[in-house]
């Protein structure tokens, strides 16, 4: 799920300027209208038109993850999808400058694959409870302990944890990469129940950390069991961050990106995504006939992603990342490692 727009967005007629904004951004605004009300849209207009024109002044793409709202998802961003698809994509994109509307560690990826490019975070707050469960001395200590077992680091960790891996992998690939190792026991941190869905899935002993993702950590098998009873006939697709009795309570299990190939394939009659909220608003763009009961459970990380704050970062260049030389080559080792399986 993934898209390169580098040149002026197709829906958008060259028209700057706010004046002519509503104008202008209708056809962008027909995109979004089953999620957006109508009378939301003129919060938005200004920043949307504004964004545009910044991305063409300055030769900029935004990089946007599922989690961010619709008017950021379908309205400015150039490349979109789950974190693998944007480390993925971050490594063929021609710019001077990457926004990332997403969370740090991810504009932090994005840096190390694109050294020699500008990459710009909207809101250093944006952080995330698994990258700040785990730091580089804690990854050091459990290689003592643990001595010649791989370490497998989800990317949703910093630079300096990524740097004290052999290999990173994404909830889209975690199963393939821990089998691509060929071993019977590794070291993954820090998401405690991607480790358990991992290890269930592979067989493999699985060496985990106490991290968790506080959006999918919330989730339980009760109110998979309430939603069923609720609404007969919905299909549950869960996140492998979740618990392991949520995902044993869903019809499948996958990261966002195979969330919304699921949809695509089987357009379900109605379904459930037990994921953070923006993502059922974001597929639901596309697909008008499935019915998307929404549970919502909100990152605050992701939330802290606005177009005002995106709009700033392209008119004042802030918050520029930056990473140690010697950390970064390190980490982007590990993450390149993931990429070539
Ligand atoms: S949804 Fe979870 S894993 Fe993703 S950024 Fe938020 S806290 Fe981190």
């Known amino acids: 799920m993934s898209a390169a727009l580098s040149s002026p967005h197709p829906a958008f007629a060259p028209m700057p300027g706010p004046a002519n904004a509503q104008a202008v951004l209708s056809p962008l605004y027909q995109r979004v209208s089953r999620v957006i009300p109508p009378i939301e849209w003129p919060a938005f207009a200004d920043d949307i038109d504004a964004i545009l024109r910044l991305k063409r002044e300055r030769n900029a793409v935004i990089l946007a993850h599922n989690y961010m709202t619709p008017e950021i998802f379908h309205c400015v961003s150039d490349i979109v999808g789950d974190s693998l698809a944007l480390a993925r994509e971050a490594q063929t994109v021609q710019a001077d400058i990457i926004v990332m509307a ?61 740097a004290e891996s052999d290999i990173c992998c994404t909830s889209g690939n975690a199963r393939k990469i821990v089998e691509s190792l060929g071993v019977p026991e590794v070291i993954m941190i820090p998401d405690q129940y991607l480790a358990a869905n991992v290890a269930r899935e592979t067989g493999v002993k699985i060496i985990s950390w106490a991290g968790a993702c506080e959006v999918h950590e919330r989730f339980t098998a009760r109110q998979i069991r309430s939603l069923r009873a609720e ?50 608003d974001n597929i639901a763009v596309n697909h008008p006939d499935v019915d998307f009961v929404r549970p919502c459970n909100l990152c605050p990380h992701m939330k802290r992603i606005t177009l005002p704050a995106i709009r700033a970062a392209l008119e004042t260049n802030t918050h520029a990342v930056t990473i140690d030389p010697a950390i970064a080559a390190r980490a982007r080792a590990a993450v390149e490692r993931m990429l070539a399986i």
């Open 231 to 280: 609404n007969p006939g919905v299909i549950v697709l869960a996140h492998p961050e979740c618990p392991t009795d949520v995902v044993d309570e869903a019809d499948f299990a996958g990261s966002t990106a195979a969330m919304s190939d699921y949809v695509t394939a089987k357009q379900p009659s109605r379904v459930v995504l037990i994921t953070e909220c923006s993502m059922a």
């Open 102 to 162: 997403g969370v740090h560690f991810m504009a932090e990826t994005a840096k190390m694959l694109n050294p020699d490019k500008t990459v710009l975070i909207p809101d250093l707050r944006a952080g995330c409870s698994l990258a700040s469960s785990i730091t580089a001395e804690d990854v050091r200590l459990m290689r003592q302990r643990y001595p010649s077992r791989p370490v497998v680091t989800y990317v949703n960790t910093s630079a300096a944890v990524k």
